[in-house]
């Protein structure tokens, strides 16, 4: 009897055992309270970038103003010119340079305009001169002149006051970026070191580097931009001057100005010149319109590419797609920043992501660029 029960015994413990030993060990995971802390602040920076994404874009594009605006600071510190100076002039000659284009063009505007709504029924009767009676054209056009819209005054003081501010909303957006980037200008430096305090030695250096490789980016940037405007005032005084449209130079001016802005700039600036070529005659208008969209699409498909592609050394293709994306995630801000953020890539690749890349890829890259555009001045 006890053999027995002892058997049983050895035997239930054995056959015990091993389902003991394959039982699954007890997995703790210990999450410290600091990282809930960074998760809810991330989420919170998130929330805020979020709501705050046209004004971020806004400081960005002042950094741009900032940026260039220093090189030419130090340019005269390097002519030995006290920084303080230097400063004060460039910052001088920026509010001169743009209250002489406000004071210049507004005026202008206003009073022709005020001329060119004075001859409406004038130049009503011109256009419908020259399209045939009865024809589909005409009767659409007659309709548009004598829509509510046109012939309304209630109706036309709405479209004033929308239109106006939007204005309003775009010269406040403008006085913002003006003032954010001359104060960067003067303090920036101060800002800078006391964001590089946050960091370790060595991301400090990183940081250094990177923000020089970006500088000229931007640089590179501001003066293809302004290579453009240039370009596009001087074509369009040209234009206007031999079809003897009234307020040429103000006209050429406005176009260079609100060259900027792709596409919107192109409208904002061809629908005046347009209106005042039509009362010249309807087709001095149809010809002021057709050679300006002449000239907007050797822009877009030649010149930008150009220009932005040998100083970005940025491909003709990632030239639009980045001003299309750029348009979609942020409108005309998007728009602006778009090329010197995706020709900071570079930069960041050499310094930040080489050691996570497989070996040789970021110089491959950059043998790339070389070949293309040329090897990169330093």
């Not at 596409?263 to 070529?277: R, W």
Request: overall charge neutral.
């Amino acid at each position: 009897m006890d053999y027995s029960t002892n058997a049983t015994q050895k035997i239930d413990s054995a056959s015990m055992e091993p389902e003991a030993a394959q039982a699954p060990a007890r997995l703790e995971l210990h999450i410290p309270w600091i990282t809930f802390v960074k998760i809810f602040v991330a989420i919170l920076i998130g929330c805020a970038l979020y709501i705050l994404g046209r004004l971020a874009l806004l400081v960005f594009l002042a950094l741009f103003l900032a940026v260039t605006l220093d090189a030419f600071v130090g340019w005269l510190n390097e002519r030995g010119m006290k920084p303080k100076l230097s400063r004060f002039l460039v910052i001088t000659s920026v509010v001169i340079a743009v209250s002489l284009c406000i004071a210049l063009i507004i005026p202008v505007l206003i009073v022709q305009i005020d001329s060119f709504s004075h001859s409406l029924p004038q130049l009503r009767e011109a256009t419908l001169k020259y399209l045939p009676e009865g024809g589909t054209i005409r009767q659409t056009v007659e309709r548009m002149l004598d829509s509510r819209s046109t012939a309304d005054p209630d109706a036309s003081i709405d479209h004033v006051v929308a239109a106006g501010s939007t204005v309003f909303g775009g010269i406040s957006q403008t006085i913002f970026f003006l003032v954010v980037g001359l104060y960067l200008l003067v303090d920036g430096g101060k800002v800078y070191a006391w964001f590089l305090a946050f960091f370790s030695p060595l991301n400090r250096r990183k940081i250094r580097d990177t923000s020089e490789e970006i500088s000229k980016v931007i640089f590179g940037y501001v003066a293809g931009q302004i290579i453009t405007s240039v370009l596009v005032s001087i074509y369009s005084f040209a234009v206007l001057s031999w079809l003897h449209v009234p307020g040429a130079l103000t006209l050429a001016i406005l176009a260079g100005v609100f060259d900027v802005l792709p596409v919107l700039g192109f409208l904002i600036s061809t629908v005046p010149a347009v209106l005042l070529a039509m009362s010249v005659s309807p087709q001095t208008g149809l010809t002021v319109l057709g050679l300006y969209v002449l000239f907007q699409a050797i822009e877009t498909y030649f010149i930008v590419p150009k220009v932005y592609g040998q100083r970005l050394r940025l491909s003709t293709l990632t030239v639009l797609l980045g001003l299309s994306a750029g348009a979609l995630l942020g409108g005309i801000p998007g728009v602006l920043a778009a090329l010197p953020v995706i020709a900071s890539y570079e930069a960041i690749e050499k310094i930040w992501l080489t050691r996570f890349l497989r070996e040789g890829v970021a110089e491959k890259h950059e043998m790339q660029k070389d070949e293309e555009f040329g090897e990169k001045k330093s």
